[in-house]
């Protein structure tokens, strides 16, 4: 007798292949059957009507220190996911030395936007080296599968102390031999890859360039020898893609023999970029190397609030001076202090800051109960409604935050959105060479929330878009299913198929939803986050066991730490 039964659902298989009516028979937590009449079980669940797709592989998170204390990883376990990969983007905390946890955390939180505070009391640095962490990992029953990479500045750092702190700094031959060993060491412990940033965009809390910035082909070359020697891994990277950058990494992809996973993103002062990216991706493809560019659902979108880290008020004085009252004394205060108001509105400082924000009104909008992330910056922006109602900009911003109790959010596309629509986003996606990533589930916390891109990328893709073409149902399970999974080896999942882990998710197609994105103060320390959850989730399995049964957590924690790649049973 089998454990479970999804009987009668219309299974979307996560090949691609057209959805059928079908029954899913479960046992000792690997698919076992699917077809019609697969036989009797302890439990039936009635999915006539519903979905019934593998649960999602979310390959591009930051819940390296949240993973230590977590065990259910919200806000992607809310959306259907039931594996996700973090060590992302080169940061992370192992190997380390206990007096360089400051540096590690403080790099963390200028880059990952992740606080001090949370961190120093969230995570417990009872490890040294990154074997020891993955031990501590898989420690902790969850309710996700989780798998880690080595962070480049982490293990830069624990080699050559302060020196390799500073990107410039070049490490010496014996230093380069000492790094890879450890990569070696820690990729035969089950480390799913290695990760670099190479980008700007990334600074420590103290103002320091990512200490991964400008390594030079020796180091990359040595590293990547070490993947080779270790015969496993993904060379995951976060760059500004300079010239002549990619030519530098797909040769050391080439070295390490393993796949290139870079991310793929539009900026706003090259939006062409990304397409020279693509085409050297599938130049590289044809040479032979596997490679990939990890894409996002959406724009990258800036949540603002008064209780966000971000927003249009941000850096006024006057705002600053409130800085030390609770948000609901500041909400207060803001409703009877008829002056401030005035003086936040009109007294303007002159800053760059505020300059650039006041420029941005043009592509901020409101992010309502039903959350749009494809507003139309011509009619829906906060300076286009301002001018329609021959009222202020910052008026009318600051009314909209002040709604339903000072808890109002608005949204400006940052990224993924320079022709004010998702079209480039399309076009990503399409691409053969593609995987989904870039949600980043755990970082930015009081200003980004898109870990609930697997939801949206069923909805808006395949059911709700309005301003542009969508796409199958079936194309997109299978971009976040079987090819997030195989990209990272993991080839015993993503598939409902005989013989795949039980990774599965039962979903009222017709409800399913993001709902409307909140600020929590649930963190250690009292931290401050936004979370945004999914609805139309009746029940997400994980190695056949419930986890979420109409949204709520079952209170099982099947989920465990993935050691290197998987194959089917």
Same mark, same amino acid.
């Given at each position: 007798m089998h454990d479970l039964v999804i009987r009668n659902g219309f299974v979307v298989d996560g090949t691609g292949a057209a959805r059928r009516i079908a029954d899913v028979a479960v046992k000792d937590g690997i698919i076992v059957a699917v077809g019609s009449d697969v036989g009797a079980?302890?439990?039936?669940?009635? $999915?006539?009507?519903?979905?019934? *797709?593998?649960?999602?592989?979310? =390959?591009?998170?930051? +819940?390296d220190g949240q993973a230590t204390w977590d065990p259910l990883l919200t806000p992607s376990s809310w959306h259907g996911v039931t594996t996700t990969v973090f060590g992302n983007c080169g940061v992370g905390f192992a190997p380390v030395h206990k007096k360089d946890v400051p540096y590690l955390i403080n790099l963390m939180e200028g880059v990952e936007d992740?606080?001090?505070?949370?961190?120093?009391?969230?995570?417990?640095?009872?490890?040294?080296?990154?074997? @020891? +962490?993955?031990?501590?990992? $898989?420690?902790?029953?969850?309710?996700?599968?989780? #798998?880690a990479q080595v962070p480049h500045a982490a293990l830069r750092f624990y080699v050559m102390g302060e020196r390799?702190?500073?990107?410039?700094?070049?490490?010496?031959? $014996?230093?380069?031999?000492?790094?890879?060993a450890l990569l070696e060491e820690s990729l035969a412990a089950g480390a799913l890859g290695f990760s670099t940033s190479r980008t700007t965009k990334h600074r420590a809390k103290d103002g320091r360039l990512t200490p991964s910035l400008s390594a030079r082909e020796p180091e990359l070359f040595g590293l990547a020898a070490a993947m080779r020697?270790?015969? *496993?891994?993904?060379l995951q990277v976060n760059s500004d893609f300079g010239p002549g950058e990619f030519e530098a990494l797909s040769a050391a992809a080439k070295v390490a023999g393993r796949p290139l996973s870079v991310l793929l993103i539009q900026v706003n002062n090259a939006p062409d970029l990304w397409r020279h990216t693509l085409s050297q991706i599938h130049a590289a493809r044809k040479a032979g190397i596997e490679a990939n560019g990890q894409v996002g659902a959406r724009c990258i979108g800036i949540v603002m609030g008064l209780e966000t880290t971000m927003h249009p008020f941000a850096g006024h004085p006057a705002w600053l001076a409130l800085d030390n009252l609770s948000p609901e004394a500041r909400f207060r205060l803001l409703q009877t202090d008829a002056d401030l108001r005035r003086r936040l509105v009109e007294d303007r400082p002159t800053d760059g800051a505020t300059r650039w924000?006041?420029?941005?009104?043009?592509?901020?909008?409101?992010? #309502?109960?039903?959350?749009? +992330?494809?507003?139309?910056?011509k009619t829906q922006s906060i300076a286009a409604m301002a001018q329609a109602r021959n009222q202020s900009p910052w008026a009318l911003a600051l009314d909209?935050?002040?709604?339903?109790g000072g808890k109002g959010l608005l949204m400006l596309p940052f990224e993924n959105y320079a022709e004010g629509s998702l079209d480039v986003v399309r076009e990503m996606i399409v691409d053969e060479a593609t995987v989904m990533g870039v949600a980043d589930g755990?970082?930015?916390?009081?200003?980004?929330?898109?870990?609930? $891109?697997? *939801?949206y990328l069923l909805t808006h893709w395949a059911r709700d878009r309005n301003r542009g073409e969508?796409?199958?149902?079936?194309?997109?399970?299978?971009?976040?299913?079987?090819?997030?999974?195989?990209?990272?080896?993991?080839? @015993?999942?993503?598939? =409902?198929?005989?013989?795949?882990?039980?990774?599965?998710?039962?979903?009222?197609?017709?409800?399913?939803?993001?709902?409307?994105?909140?600020?929590? +103060?649930?963190?250690?320390?009292?931290g401050r986050r936004l979370i945004q959850k999914g609805q139309g989730y009746r029940h997400t399995f994980v190695a056949g066991v419930e986890t979420l049964a109409g949204g709520e957590f079952t209170g099982a924690r099947p989920g465990r730490l993935i050691r290197g790649p998987r194959k089917v049973a």
């Amino acid at each position: 007798m089998h454990d479970l039964v999804i009987r009668n659902g219309f299974v979307v298989d996560g090949t691609g292949a057209a959805r059928r009516i079908a029954d899913v028979a479960v046992k000792d937590g690997i698919i076992v059957a699917v077809g019609s009449d697969v036989g009797a079980a302890r439990r039936v669940i009635a $999915a006539d009507g519903l979905l019934v *797709t593998p649960g999602f592989v979310d =390959i591009h998170t930051h +819940y390296d220190g949240q993973a230590t204390w977590d065990p259910l990883l919200t806000p992607s376990s809310w959306h259907g996911v039931t594996t996700t990969v973090f060590g992302n983007c080169g940061v992370g905390f192992a190997p380390v030395h206990k007096k360089d946890v400051p540096y590690l955390i403080n790099l963390m939180e200028g880059v990952e936007d992740i606080p001090e505070s949370v961190l120093n009391e969230g995570v417990s640095f009872d490890w040294e080296s990154f074997p @020891d +962490y993955l031990d501590s990992l $898989a420690a902790m029953p969850r309710v996700v599968d989780i #798998g880690a990479q080595v962070p480049h500045a982490a293990l830069r750092f624990y080699v050559m102390g302060e020196r390799g702190a500073e990107h410039a700094e070049v490490p010496s031959e $014996a230093e380069i031999g000492r790094m890879g060993a450890l990569l070696e060491e820690s990729l035969a412990a089950g480390a799913l890859g290695f990760s670099t940033s190479r980008t700007t965009k990334h600074r420590a809390k103290d103002g320091r360039l990512t200490p991964s910035l400008s390594a030079r082909e020796p180091e990359l070359f040595g590293l990547a020898a070490a993947m080779r020697r270790a015969g *496993t891994g993904v060379l995951q990277v976060n760059s500004d893609f300079g010239p002549g950058e990619f030519e530098a990494l797909s040769a050391a992809a080439k070295v390490a023999g393993r796949p290139l996973s870079v991310l793929l993103i539009q900026v706003n002062n090259a939006p062409d970029l990304w397409r020279h990216t693509l085409s050297q991706i599938h130049a590289a493809r044809k040479a032979g190397i596997e490679a990939n560019g990890q894409v996002g659902a959406r724009c990258i979108g800036i949540v603002m609030g008064l209780e966000t880290t971000m927003h249009p008020f941000a850096g006024h004085p006057a705002w600053l001076a409130l800085d030390n009252l609770s948000p609901e004394a500041r909400f207060r205060l803001l409703q009877t202090d008829a002056d401030l108001r005035r003086r936040l509105v009109e007294d303007r400082p002159t800053d760059g800051a505020t300059r650039w924000m006041a420029d941005m009104l043009a592509r901020v909008c409101p992010l #309502g109960d039903r959350p749009d +992330y494809e507003p139309d910056p011509k009619t829906q922006s906060i300076a286009a409604m301002a001018q329609a109602r021959n009222q202020s900009p910052w008026a009318l911003a600051l009314d909209l935050m002040m709604a339903q109790g000072g808890k109002g959010l608005l949204m400006l596309p940052f990224e993924n959105y320079a022709e004010g629509s998702l079209d480039v986003v399309r076009e990503m996606i399409v691409d053969e060479a593609t995987v989904m990533g870039v949600a980043d589930g755990g970082a930015h916390v009081g200003v980004i929330c898109d870990s609930s $891109a697997p *939801t949206y990328l069923l909805t808006h893709w395949a059911r709700d878009r309005n301003r542009g073409e969508r796409l199958p149902l079936e194309f997109l399970v299978r971009k976040q299913t079987r090819d997030t999974a195989r990209s990272y080896g993991l080839n @015993d999942r993503g598939v =409902i198929a005989p013989g795949y882990r039980a990774d599965l998710n039962v979903i009222d197609f017709d409800a399913l939803r993001v709902l409307r994105p909140e600020v929590v +103060y649930d963190l250690p320390a009292g931290g401050r986050r936004l979370i945004q959850k999914g609805q139309g989730y009746r029940h997400t399995f994980v190695a056949g066991v419930e986890t979420l049964a109409g949204g709520e957590f079952t209170g099982a924690r099947p989920g465990r730490l993935i050691r290197g790649p998987r194959k089917v049973a």
